[in-house]
Structures are given as C-alpha cells and as structure tokens.
C-alpha cells in the first residue's frame, strides 16, 4: 500500500496526489541532492571569500576549505534527504529501507566530517606551535602527544560508527550493543592482547605523554643515528640520514635503551680525535683549533677545548672538543675541524705525523759499524 509517511501540507498533498508515486519520490530525492549541493557551495563560496582576504601562509578557512570541503559535498545532501524522506509516498518497508539506508551514510558521512575537522584542528595546532626554529622541544612536545590522540580519536570514531550502523539493523543489534558496552569491548582487549596489540597501544599512550621520544627527536637506535619521522599506535618510523627508514614497534622504546640527542635541547658537543708522534708542538695546535672555531658559524661558542688526553706506545692522542646547536650542525663542524687540523699538520709539521722508529744498530751491530767506517 502506498502512503504518506507524514500528513503533508494541503498544497503538497494536492501536488502529491497529480503525479505518479514513483515519479514523485524521485523529484523529491533530486531536489533534495541540489539543495544540499547549493547549500554546500554556498558555504564554500563564503569560506572561500574569507580565506582570500588573508594574506598569511596559514588561513583557518583555507584549512577548512581543504579538509572538510569532499565530505560536506556528501554530508549535507544526504542531510536534506533525511530530512524529506516524510515527503516520499512509498510502502511503510521501503520507506523504512530508504531510512534506514540513508541514516547508515549519513552516520559514515558524518564521522568522515569529524575526522576531517580533527584535521583542521591539527593543521592550527602546527602552525601555532612551528617546528621551524632553533629551541622547538615545546612543540616537539605539543606535535608528539597530538598525533598520538588524533591517531586514537580517529580509532575511536570508527570503533563507534560501526557499532551505531549495526544497532541500526534489527539481527546485529545486540552485537552494536555489545560493542559498545563493556562486554563487547572487554572482548576486543582479549583479542588484542593476544596479538600484543594492546601492549603497543598502551605503551603508545605512555610514550605520547611521558615523551622519552618526540617527533623530530635525534636518536641512536641499533647503531643508527636518524630522526623520529612518525609515531603511530603501535610503531615508530626513524627517518636515518641516508633517507632509509627504520621501523620499530613502539614498546621497544619502553624496553630497550637507546640515545636521545634532543631530550632537553638540541644542542650538543662533538669530539674529533688525531694521533701524533711525540714530537708535535701542542700550542701551535691550539692556537690554530681555536682560529678555526672562531671563524666557522658552525660553533655555538659554548665548549672548546684541545686536550692531550692519551699516550700510547708510539703516538699521542689529541682530543678537540666543540660544540654547536644541533647534531647535523656538530657533525659538519667535527668535519671542517679534523679536516683543516689535518692540512695545518701536514703543511707544518709533516715530520710529526705517525711514524714507527726501529733501531737497526742493535739488530744488526756489524753492519752498521761497517758502513759507519766507510762515511768516515
């Protein structure tokens, strides 16, 4: 039987009852989708104004307008469309599986435009707080606990949709129910800790908040030095200096000890080492260490030093301290530092470099003593 799933306007119900009940339903569906897509591009016309009028990298409209603009093209006609469904004339079970149908894409297109503005938020939240400067351990700080909590947020919105779209349906109510009551979710962290899933989302949540590593922290991980590029729930991506990747799961960091060069700050002190014979003069070394360090940009000026701090059987050990603000900055100058030392000695005092003595009078006595009769 066909009929009205709500008493219409007199004018309506008359217009209704002169077209065909099937061609009706469409007109009302086409209207619909146009007056949800004039309504979005209204809106991105305004957002669109509003983000022109900015003359800054950063525009919140702009932002917007990038995230949220495909799922709203989605979102608000499928709004319009629940809200005519008590236009339609149709039987009560397919007026019923027409609701139905679009309340399940306008649950997914809504967590979609949730998700989206998480975006957004992010998007501000990155340019309030620029990793584009020399002291960023705050917004290190602030980056490292928001990806973190967007990751989960987003987990969660999804874990939620789907159980909203199963309590829509009359045979997997009770499992939506479940999902979102504590025995359905008591069960899920069965099933994740038996796949050490739950581990690494629990030390998750403890590295984003005790923050023993930060994005864009230096580390030293299994003997290799890079950068921390990403922290998801369950893993961690080291972005290492020749562009490789190293991929560690998130509870190592909780386990097993590694180096952190940027904990408390960035800046850090470098060591380069040179082996001499006996005879190199230190204060003309000194003299010209000290030359090079002021005239590189390099060093911070905080720590400099040059030091004998071994003697080994046939050579010395001269250690040059320096210092700089970061770790790339420390090792171009450890660099600049051995390199130049190194042409200094070799112009100067080529005869102080590494050398192996052997007394040959006491090997051979009679040998020498000949040649030495044969010179006078």
Not at 147 to 175: D, G, M, Y
Not at 269 to 274: A, E, L, R
Not at 281 to 298: D, G, I, K, V
Not at 339 to 358: A, D, G, V
């Amino acid at each position: 039987m066909i009929q009205l799933k709500h008493e219409l306007p007199p004018g309506i119900l008359e217009l209704s009852h002169n077209i065909p009940a099937f061609l009706w339903n469409i007109i009302i569906a086409v209207s619909s989708i146009i007056i949800g897509l004039i309504l979005k591009f209204i809106t991105s016309a305004l957002l669109k104004r509003y983000a022109s009028r900015e003359q800054t990298d950063y525009s919140l409209f702009r932002s917007i307008i990038t995230y949220l603009s495909a799922p709203i093209t989605y979102f608000i006609p499928l709004l319009v469309l629940k809200l005519s469904i008590p236009l339609m004339q149709m039987d009560t079970s397919y007026l019923n599986m027409v609701d139905r149908t679009i309340s399940i894409l306008l649950i997914v297109s809504f967590s979609s435009l949730i998700i989206r503005a998480i975006n957004v938020l992010e998007d501000y939240v990155y340019h309030i707080y620029d990793l584009n400067k020399a002291d960023n351990l705050k917004e290190r700080k602030i980056r490292t606990q928001l990806r973190f909590v967007r990751k989960l947020v987003v987990a969660i919105i999804i874990f939620v949709t789907i159980a909203l779209i199963l309590l829509s349906f009359e045979s997997f109510r009770k499992i939506g129910t479940g999902l979102l009551t504590g025995v359905g979710i008591g069960g899920i962290i069965i099933g994740f800790a038996a796949q050490n899933s739950l581990g690494n989302l629990l030390a998750g949540m403890q590295l984003a908040f005790t923050q023993p590593i930060r994005i864009d922290d230096v580390l030293v991980v299994e003997n290799e030095w890079g950068r921390v590029e990403d922290i998801t729930l369950t893993y961690v991506v080291l972005r290492i200096w020749d562009q490789r990747r190293l991929i560690l799961p998130i509870n190592y960091f909780i386990q097993k000890p590694f180096q952190n060069w940027t904990r408390i700050s960035a800046d850090i002190t470098g060591t380069v080492f040179i082996y001499m014979d006996y005879t190199i003069p230190l204060e003309p070394l000194r003299a010209e260490f000290n030359r090079l360090l002021a005239q590189s940009p390099l060093w911070d000026k905080r720590v400099s030093a040059l030091q004998l701090t071994d003697a080994k059987e046939h050579t010395i050990e001269i250690r040059m301290l320096v210092s700089a603000q970061n770790s790339s900055d420390a090792f171009d100058l450890r660099c600049f530092i051995r390199e130049n030392m190194i042409s200094f000695i070799q112009q100067n005092y080529p005869n102080s470099l590494p050398k192996i003595r052997t007394d040959l009078k006491d090997k051979f006595p009679q040998a020498i003593g000949d040649e030495s009769a044969k010179l006078l």
